[in-house]
């Protein structure tokens, strides 16, 4: 039996709601965690006003275009009986002057706020109660230093809301792109030279970033996660971090802190107060600073959350977690292996 028309319009309804409600389940901060349409600072707000009002300038001169041309094929199509081909010399002043003068008015009115915005991004002087954040990009993770308040920290960026971020960016290495879509927008990191970005972030969570400049072969591995944090907590943590490391009270991580101190790791990883970082950057650079590294949720240019069974793979192999990695092969295995990931992760 043929479904009746009644029955097939349901179904098609049913099926269209069906996948509305896939959809909008889709977007969520896991499908999409570097949503440039969800602002959680100054800066993105007024990004996406201006990108709200281009949209609706444009929609409304997509209409007229459109609109005018249908028109214009009804109007003047040429119809039965008309005289031969119409003169195509004829001109018409006024309406050359008109589209010549309405998309030049068109165009300022997108360059202006356009103009303004990219200068507000960067600008000159900034509060005085405005936080450096230092962000120096190495092949293929995020560096930052706080160097108001002599914190470092690699991959994840806590930072206070309500309070100006000047976040001054440098490369170590090759140009890269910092990109906090929710926060901060995006801006190259050049080496040689020094860009920035000052937002003031508003709602406290957990946000996405991205190197968004190919930069190698783990380009697509080098993340990072803003943590906007209550000021409270933002002191909190500060005070946290500006301690030493936990000292292993024994046990597997304290075997593993003596095959940290055999193991060449502190050529290129800085411990504070164990193993150190040298002022001509030579010694203790190279890699990411773990005084607090189980303190951390993420590793490996935030690519992989911080587990033990995740830091293991990443000792035994880097190269296949994170292709081209610069951290080599140590060949630790066994209760060597854990005991080294014991200590690391008491870094908290
Ligand atoms: Cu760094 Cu792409």
Not at 333 to 338: A, D, E, I, K
């Amino acid at each position: 039996m043929m479904p009746r028309a009644a029955d097939f319009k349901r179904a098609t309804r049913a099926a269209a709601m069906a996948m509305i409600t896939a959809m909008l389940a889709g977007c969520t901060e896991t499908h999409f965690p570097l949503d440039t349409l969800s602002p959680k600072s100054d800066l993105t707000r007024a990004i996406l006003d201006l990108f709200k009002e281009i949209t609706i300038l444009d929609s409304i001169v997509l209409l007229v275009v459109i609109g005018a041309m249908i028109g214009a094929i009804f109007i003047y199509s040429s119809r039965e009986g008309d005289p031969g081909e119409p003169s195509a010399t004829h001109s018409d002043v006024t309406l050359e002057m008109l589209w010549t003068v309405i998309p030049a008015i068109i165009l300022i009115a997108i360059t202006v706020p356009t103009v303004h915005t990219i200068i507000r991004t960067q600008p000159d002087q900034w509060p005085a109660d405005t936080l450096r954040v230092r962000v120096i990009a190495h092949q293929w993770w995020w560096e930052f230093r706080y160097p108001t308040l002599g914190v470092v920290t690699a991959d994840e960026v806590h930072i206070p809301a309500g309070q100006p971020i000047h976040f001054e960016m440098v490369s170590e290495d090759v140009i890269h792109s910092f990109f906090m879509p929710s926060i901060g927008g995006k801006r190259d990191v050049v080496p040689g030279q020094e860009n920035q970005i000052t937002t003031t972030a508003d709602t406290p969570g957990k946000y996405y970033g991205q190197c968004t400049e190919f930069c190698g072969a783990s380009h697509a591995n080098m993340r990072f996660r803003v943590f906007v944090d209550t000021p409270e907590a933002f002191k909190q943590w500060t005070a946290h971090q500006l301690e030493g490391p936990l000292k292993p009270a024994g046990g597997s991580a304290a075997a593993g802190a003596k095959i940290w101190a055999d193991a060449p790791c502190a050529i290129c990883h800085t411990i504070k107060g164990v193993s150190g970082f040298s002022k001509d950057y030579t010694f203790g650079f190279r890699g990411p600073d773990l005084t607090h590294f189980g303190s951390r949720t993420t590793l490996a240019g935030s690519i992989m959350d911080n587990t033990p069974a995740n830091v293991a793979l990443w000792i035994t192999n880097p190269d296949a977690v994170k292709p081209g990695a610069n951290m080599p092969t140590l060949g630790l295995r066994g209760q060597q292996l854990s005991d080294l990931v014991a200590y690391l992760e008491s870094l908290k």
